[in-house]
C-alpha cells in the first residue's frame, strides 16, 4: 500500500504562487509515472503535470510555463510550483503514483489539496 498526502494549497490571488507538496509512505513500487491532477466543480480530473519513468517532466498545455513538477527521491517527497495562477487554475488538486504491481499498473492517489485563485 502506497500512502500519498498533500499538502500546500489554499486561496491565492490571480498572479500569486503556491507551491504544493506530496509526501509519499508505505510500500515500494517500482513507479510508471508520477505527477498532479486536478478536478475542478463539475469537471472531469485532468493531468496537470508528470514525471515519466527516471526524470522526463509532461506538462499540459495549458500550465505549461507557470507550473513545475520536481521530486525528491530522498525525501520521497514530490512538488509542484505554481506560478503566475490564474482563476481558471482552482480546483482540487492531487498527487498521483502509477506503479507496477501484480504484473499490472496500478494508480494510487492522494485525498487532495484544494487551491483556489480570485481574481
Known amino acids: 500500500q502506497v500512502r500519498l498526502v498533500e499538502s500546500g494549497g489554499d486561496l491565492v490571488q490571480a498572479g500569486g504562487s503556491l507551491r504544493l507538496s506530496c509526501a509519499a509512505a508505505?510500500?515500494?513500487?517500482?513507479?510508471?509515472?508520477m505527477g498532479w491532477y486536478r478536478q475542478a466543480p463539475g469537471k472531469e480530473r485532468e493531468w496537470v503535470a508528470l514525471?515519466?519513468?527516471?526524470?522526463?517532466?509532461r506538462y499540459a498545455d495549458s500550465v505549461r510555463g507557470r507550473f513545475t513538477i520536481s521530486k525528491d527521491n530522498t525525501n520521497h517527497m514530490m512538488y509542484l510550483q505554481m506560478n503566475n495562477l490564474k482563476p481558471e487554475d482552482t480546483a482540487v488538486y492531487y498527487c498521483?503514483?502509477?506503479?507496477?504491481?501484480?504484473?499490472?499498473?496500478?494508480?494510487?492517489w492522494g485525498q487532495g489539496t484544494q487551491v483556489t485563485v480570485s481574481s
Open positions: 508505505g510500500s515500494t513500487f517500482s513507479i510508471n509515472t
Open positions: 514525471i515519466i519513468t527516471g526524470s522526463s517532466t
Open positions: 498521483n503514483h502509477n506503479v507496477w504491481r501484480g504484473g499490472g499498473l496500478y494508480d494510487y
